[in-house]
């Protein structure tokens, strides 16, 4: 069985004024280039209509390996209250776009063995132990890092789009 370590796990908020399909293929389109998932899937679509709003729910995964020993996994989670569309004046045009809450969360899971090669028997599963320990802890580290700042990177870039898309 592959060792998981949940590495990253954060949110934000934002409520106000964005173009939602905009929003969710400009996230799909950055994890996909900038982090090299390049097998990211919707797992979840959710939509729920009351009145002119809608509350969507939506989850993604994905997986890419990082070497033969460690693997990277992603759960991103979008939870949409209250989207409404809206019509705004930009420079004189009036543009169609929608305004809500989004709340988007990511978890960053870094995997060691994901092959279970050292499962094997439990000579193995010692020598694992050793290996992690004593050969490469600093690799271990390095990974781990790069997990969570690729997470935070990816946050970091939707809410500045948010915060962009809101000043219109």
Do not use: H
């Amino acid at each position: 069985m592959a060792e998981k370590d949940k590495i990253y796990s954060s949110k934000i908020k934002y409520n106000g004024i964005a173009n939602f399909p905009e929003f969710y293929k400009f996230c799909f389109d950055w994890l996909k280039d900038e982090t090299g998932f390049s097998n990211l899937v919707e797992e979840k679509y959710a939509e729920k209509l009351t009145g002119d709003s809608k509350n969507i729910d939506i989850e993604w995964s994905g997986s890419r390996d990082l070497t033969d020993y460690f693997k990277f996994e992603v759960k991103v989670a979008f939870k949409i209250i209250g989207l409404t569309e809206v019509e705004i004046n930009d420079n004189g045009k009036k543009i169609k776009t929608n305004k809500g809450s989004i709340e988007l969360s990511i978890k960053g899971t870094l995997v060691r063995d994901p092959k279970g090669n050292f499962e094997k028997s439990p000579f193995l599963k010692f020598l694992r132990a050793r290996y992690e320990k004593f050969v490469i802890p600093e690799r271990v580290k390095e990974f781990q890092d790069k997990v969570a700042g690729d997470c935070d990177e990816f946050l970091s870039q939707a809410k500045d789009y948010l915060d962009l898309e809101g000043k219109k």
